[in-house]
Structures are given as structure tokens and as C-alpha cells.
């Protein structure tokens, strides 16, 4: 399984960044789909997470990025998005790509992206 997340970069406070990555390498069918961060000297925590079936309507967010990021997936290809936006300096991590069965403990993990927001 291969988890390839693409769309860090380098952004003032207030921009916005788009986060993409493409799974591949078995079936997706009915695994939840996220993004975890981790911070400079901080755990990793979890950002952002989706399921597979929209119209169960699950996703889930950290509570500091709700109204901000939003989370979105196309299952027909295997892609899960992280539309971020009003980015804050707090927001600066390295973003992992996820998915599995559960939601907060993924079993597959991408190599991670970085977004640093300058202020």
C-alpha cells in the first residue's frame, strides 16, 4: 500500500493550502480516510477524518480547524483532500495521509508533507 500526499509548502497567516494524496495498492472499500499532523516537538495528533460512504455523513475534525479545513475524498480515485484555510502559524507540521479501518488508528501512513505558515 502506497499513500502519496502532495500540496505542502511555505504560506503567510491567512493563506490557504490544498493537501492531495492518492492511495494505491489494495482495495479502499469501506476504510475512513484522515490526516494527522505532527509539530515540531509535539505528538502527532489527529487533524481530520472521513469515511467512506459520504452519505453516512462521518467526518470528524480537531476542534482548532473546524470552520477552517475541510476534508473531502473521491473514492473512485482512491484520493483523499485537505482544503485548509485562514492557516495560522500553529498549523505548521509535517500532514500524514491515513487510512485503515478506524478513524484514530490507521493501519496505512504516507510520508508526510510539509506545510509551514510563516506570520
Known amino acids: 500500500v502506497q499513500l502519496q500526499a502532495s500540496g505542502g509548502g511555505l504560506v503567510q497567516a491567512g493563506g490557504s493550502l490544498r493537501l492531495s494524496c492518492a492511495a494505491s495498492?489494495?482495495?479502499?472499500?469501506?476504510?475512513?480516510m484522515g490526516w494527522f499532523r505532527q509539530a515540531p516537538g509535539k505528538e502527532r495528533e489527529f487533524v481530520a477524518g472521513i469515511s467512506w460512504s459520504i452519505s453516512i455523513g462521518s467526518t470528524l475534525y480537531k476542534d482548532s480547524v473546524k470552520g477552517r479545513f475541510t476534508i473531502s475524498r473521491d473514492n473512485a480515485k482512491n484520493t483523499v483532500y485537505l482544503q485548509m484555510n485562514s492557516l495560522k502559524p500553529e498549523d505548521t507540521a509535517v500532514y500524514y495521509c491515513?487510512?485503515?479501518?478506524?478513524?484514530?488508528?490507521?493501519?496505512?501512513w504516507g510520508q508526510g508533507t510539509l506545510v509551514t505558515v510563516s506570520s
Open positions: 495498492g489494495r482495495s479502499f472499500s469501506g476504510y475512513y
Open positions: 491515513t487510512t485503515g479501518g478506524r478513524m484514530y488508528e490507521p493501519t496505512y
